[in-house]
């Protein structure tokens, strides 16, 4: 596999694949942060939640918990119709 920041840029150049196979996280980190927007702020917000919730009492946040939070497609950006080769 090719190194992270060349991934990078071949996500960058005006001919792009049009789909992606990811074989390890960081690939998919790499990924996904061109097309999806990070809920940054959220994510922020959640952590620090449940962090003071932690503090107050020890068993309030289960190791394993999930939180979805959505992070929308960067419209235009990454998505569209595919090339018709």
Do not use: W
């Not at 150049?13 to 990924?31: E, G, K, S, V």
């Not at 449940?50 to 959505?70: C, E, N, S």
Request: proline letters at 9%.
């Amino acid at each position: 596999m090719a190194p992270l920041s060349s991934l990078a840029a071949i996500l960058q150049q005006p001919l792009r694949p049009t789909a992606l196979i990811a074989y390890n996280h960081m690939a998919y980190d790499t990924i996904m942060e061109t097309a999806v927007k990070l809920p940054e702020g959220e994510m922020a917000t959640l952590g620090v939640e449940l962090l003071l919730k932690r503090v107050a009492r020890m068993d309030a946040a289960a190791v394993g918990t999930q939180h979805m939070i959505p992070g929308p497609l960067k419209i235009g950006s990454t998505t569209g119709p595919a090339p018709a080769d």
